[in-house]
């Protein structure tokens, strides 16, 4: 008998995955949902194909939490190639390739130490920003018009790597929603250059980096505060309504809540407790 694709079995599963080049994110998840047998499965923080590097993947009931997980700052490692011209500004979509004159690595240096701040932008329309929907890439791939919308993004720190004529390599950490090619087009405007990405890697989403696909454990990922229950138990395993006397901290917020076998993330706002996420299994 052939052997089933996916187990029945519900696996609770959080990891972080290095996506390869030239791979769409949805790609590599199936790739990754047929390795570990399960079909529940979901990734926070969208690569673009041209990109790789880290892609945090959940399966079970933990691809409900990335909207509570620690992930920014990201980081970035990246190399900007002088004189290539480019449609998506990566070398997907290259249109002319010149020669371009050397530049003092002082300057280059000093141009992205600058980069620090906030920047207004548009994202690329070659990029994994969805319009009505649709990635705004595969619109650009279909000969679609793309109007994208000026966006802000904030460069925490910046790494100046190396420069070899014609290619600058540094890394950036920067702030959920920016864009590296964006980021780099601001750097060329300031070099009075041209060019384009020929390498994007993402190394880390906050706390969040590739170490082969190792378990890691949720709650030491969760950006919430923990609070104290000193009710009956049965509340939180039934769903039942809930009195905020009951908690060690009454504030408004949002609170992860741990027990022996499974954890619950709750709201209080206005006196009243709101399940967030209720009961969520710990795996074994």
């Keep these: 008998m052939q052997k089933k694709l996916y187990d029945n079995k519900q696996l609770n599963k959080l990891i972080v995955v290095k996506k390869p080049i030239f791979r769409s994110s949805n790609s590599y998840l199936n790739q990754i949902k047929r390795k570990y047998r399960n079909k529940k499965a979901g990734f926070s923080g969208t690569l673009d194909p041209f990109a790789c590097g880290c892609l945090i993947v959940a399966f079970g009931q933990y691809s409900k939490l990335f909207q509570f997980l620690k992930k920014t700052p990201k980081t970035y490692r990246t190399v900007v190639w002088l004189g290539a011209s480019s449609e998506s500004l990566d070398i997907e979509n290259i249109i002319d390739i010149k020669d371009e004159k050397k530049l003092n690595e002082k300057l280059v240096k000093n141009e992205i130490e600058k980069l620090v701040g906030t920047h207004e932008y ?163």
């Design 122 to 284: 548009y994202p690329p329309k070659f990029s994994a920003k969805k319009i009505d929907g649709k990635r705004a890439y595969d619109l650009a791939r279909e000969g679609k018009d793309v109007e994208m919308k000026k966006s802000t993004m904030n460069i925490y720190d910046t790494k100046f790597i190396s420069y070899r004529h014609p290619f600058i390599t540094f890394e950036a950490s920067v702030s959920e929603g920016s864009y590296i090619r964006s980021l780099a087009q601001i750097l060329l405007q300031r070099l009075n250059r041209v060019g384009t990405l020929s390498f994007l890697d993402r190394l880390n989403e906050g706390e969040f980096k590739f170490e082969n696909e190792k378990d890691l454990n949720p709650i030491d990922y969760l950006d919430l505060k923990e609070n104290i229950y000193f009710g009956d138990k049965s509340y939180f395993e039934n769903g039942k309504k809930i009195q905020k006397k009951y908690f060690k901290y009454q504030e408004d917020g949002k609170y992860l809540i741990r027990f022996d076998t499974f954890f619950s993330i709750i709201q209080i706002e206005n006196d009243e407790i709101k399940y967030l996420l209720n009961k969520v299994l710990l795996d074994d």
